[in-house]
């Protein structure tokens, strides 16, 4: 009953587009995979990856020059690379940030079949290229997640301790209340985000329209209710399911929040764990059920270049600037010999004197010993004269 219970909901509750909308293609020259039919850049590449559970999925993986953190990106419901691709470079420009987007299995050109467990096995596969094929450390990582694709994300995020920052676009609670207002999770619900949000111990931030026909509002506003770590939520008036990346509040809110956490200190990095495997918990169940009325395809819609402002739109170089500055007011502070000989003079003065009150203690400890035959009385009192 169980398996039947889980290849129904998949069928309902995944929505591949149908057919890709993209190819995949090897040049001749090179035999780097190309993704058809864009055209290939310098810092594109594109990966073919296996993952536990056998299948192999596709992912892209966008490389900007300044980056100091990567978004792992997990996209919606009915959504591919080949309609991701733009939106992909596009924030990696304007966050300047590197970026990896992946398609689950049995999405695009990626194999096997859609389930929730293998897009849990999905994600993990990609965050194992960032760490072992890019060098990327688990504290420069922001997972990000749309829709269905806040499923994985959390999955991830509650088993990494050290992550920079999750960013939740349109989230779910779980599959089930999606479509009932159930009070409690059932055995038999997917992508149970209530339960895990709590575990997550880095900043969250949410992003969710008012307007959502697919899922409401206050899926979101929920979640941030429950975040262990709180970052100002981005709740955009009148903004639906498909279409939150053509407001302007949506890449300037993105930009500051990625501004913050790569100016936070690492103090939940100082002991790191290892997390080149990942737990197999043994109360997570294969039970995929429906979750999403049907519905049509949702375009992603794309954040153009010169729709939003750039002025002031890179607050990572702040600490660069501090660090400066910190070493301007060292490099003042000793610049000139006459003040460095001050310094010195200062320092000799001070040993002088702590030397001088050594020798004057140890003087009145003699006297005191000489005058052993007096009262005591008399001597404590002489002993505080000459000290």
């Not at 760490?131 to 994985?152: R, T």
Request: net charge positive.
């Amino acid at each position: 009953m169980g398996g039947v219970t889980s290849s129904m909901a998949s069928k309902l509750a995944f929505f591949p587009p149908n057919p890709p909308s993209y190819k995949l293609v090897t040049d001749g020259l090179t035999s780097l995979l190309l993704l058809s039919p864009f055209p290939h850049r310098e810092n594109v590449e594109i990966l073919k990856l296996p993952t536990r559970r056998g299948t192999e999925i596709v992912a892209i993986y966008v490389r900007h020059p300044m980056a100091t953190s990567t978004l792992l990106y997990s996209h919606g419901n009915a959504a591919d690379l080949g309609q991701m691709y733009e939106l992909f470079i596009e924030l990696s420009i304007h966050l300047k940030v590197n970026l990896m987007g992946y398609d689950y299995s049995g999405y695009g050109q990626s194999s096997g079949k859609p389930s929730e467990q293998n897009t849990y096995a999905d994600i993990e596969a990609a965050y194992k290229c960032l760490e072992e094929s890019y060098g990327a450390k688990q504290e420069d990582i922001i997972l990000y997640g749309q829709s269905v694709g806040s499923g994985p994300t959390l999955d991830l995020a509650a088993r990494l301790p050290n992550l920079r920052a999750v960013v939740l676009h349109s989230p779910i609670l779980s599959g089930l209340r999606v479509m009932y207002s159930v009070k409690r999770s059932y055995w038999f619900d997917i992508y149970k985000n209530v339960d895990k949000i709590p575990l997550v111990k880095c900043p969250v931030l949410i992003i969710h329209g008012t307007s959502d026909e697919v899922v409401d509002c206050s899926h979101g506003r929920q979640l941030w209710e429950l975040c262990k770590e709180k970052y100002e939520p981005l709740w955009l008036k009148g903004g639906k399911h498909c279409n939150l990346e053509l407001f302007p509040e949506y890449i300037r809110h993105l930009k500051k929040f990625v501004s913050s956490v790569e100016r936070s200190p690492s103090r939940r990095h100082s002991s790191r764990r290892s997390t080149d495997h990942f737990e197999n918990s043994s109360s997570r169940r294969s039970t995929d059920q429906q979750f999403e009325q049907p519905r049509r395809s949702c375009d992603v819609v794309f954040v153009p270049v010169e729709s939003c402002s750039r002025k002031s739109t890179d607050r990572r170089e702040k600490p660069r600037k501090s660090t400066d500055s910190r070493h301007e007011k060292l490099k003042s502070q000793f610049s000139h010999p006459s003040e460095k000989l001050e310094k010195m003079k200062m320092t000799f003065d001070q040993m002088e004197r702590s030397r001088r009150s050594v020798d004057c203690f140890e003087k009145s400890r003699k006297s005191v010993d000489h005058q052993m035959e007096r009262a005591r009385k008399s001597v404590d009192m002489e002993w505080i004269r000459s000290g």
